[in-house]
């Protein structure tokens, strides 16, 4: 770790987890309304006992058809989904699914403002990637191109984000000044 | 059923579906991305055999945090909860709770676009009544005010939602004319 980083890392914090206090802080402090949306389940039996409360006894994960993460920002529609990962060099795409892709690419069609907030735990750097810089590595993919995207152009083409104490990913400063 | 009403009536497809069946009809034409947020689940046992999927032996219902839909359209933030009634002269607020109230007051403070879709099924009317006019009325209730909406005030200040084969409850053409 490097020793020029503030005390109050969030090391320890998983991304998702720093994203849910930003999101509750922007929506205490009148800033932003954003939610995390709920994981699809298919339920295929439920028990009814007479005093108590319904029981899914049988259920499986599906696959979402959308990000994580949407809302509303100084009125525009918000839409991201948030990855993390342990490579030092990369971001790889097998990280993001093709129904995600197709999700944002049809909010961002209706001006709709969509990003990736990426994650690189090794180096402790979060950074928001507008979708419009992402679209082009994932369809490269199937033309040949490279499975991942080069860290150091994530740094070029995205946004470094800020900690706060209270707003851990502070992705709405920096949505000030790429959107508004 | 009145005569006047024309032959391929929603009658007999719950509220829910028909809703479902236009935002595919918006997303697939083109016209907005508007999708239904999944049940919140509280997962309490999963089983995770060798050679098939994660099963959820043990889940319970969660109250939903927000409202059951939200997307995009034209740029803007949609947020809005659905409702269908067989109540004739009045819409009990009892089918509306107050974590979706809150949810759709932050919204509307951050000028995302918020109503309700009130389905009578008795005279088979479906209304779009926006979340400003919905609001006075949930208040009240708390101040000795009625804790129904009658028919008619619905009539009155919201809009008659236009049946459509493909768009069953075509919600964006009346958004246009309210908030565009
Ligand atoms: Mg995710
Ligand atoms: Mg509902």
Redesign the pocket.
């Known amino acids: 770790k490097s020793k020029s980083k503030p005390d109050f890392s969030n090391r320890g914090m998983s991304l998702?987890e720093d994203i849910a206090a930003t999101n509750e802080y922007y929506r205490v402090a009148n800033i932003a309304i954003i939610h995390k949306k709920p994981t699809p389940i298919q339920i295929v039996n439920v028990d009814y006992p007479k005093r108590s409360a319904a029981v899914i006894k049988e259920a499986y994960f599906k696959q979402?058809s959308t990000?994580?993460f949407n809302g509303v920002y100084r009125g525009r529609y918000i839409d991201f989904?948030?990855?993390e990962t342990k490579n030092k060099s990369s971001f790889p795409l097998s990280n993001i699914h093709q129904h995600?892709i197709d999700h944002m690419k049809d909010c961002h069609k209706h001006e709709g403002i969509c990003f990736l907030i990426i994650k690189f735990s090794v180096h402790d750097e979060t950074y928001l990637l507008p979708a419009h810089h992402f679209f082009p590595y994932w369809d490269d993919q199937f033309n040949g191109g490279r499975k991942s995207i080069p860290y150091n152009d994530i740094k070029a083409r995205g946004v470094l984000l800020p900690f706060h104490y209270q707003a851990r990913v502070d992705y709405a400063k920096v949505l000030d000044k790429l959107y508004f």
């Open positions: 998702e979402a990000t994580d989904e948030a990855k995600q």
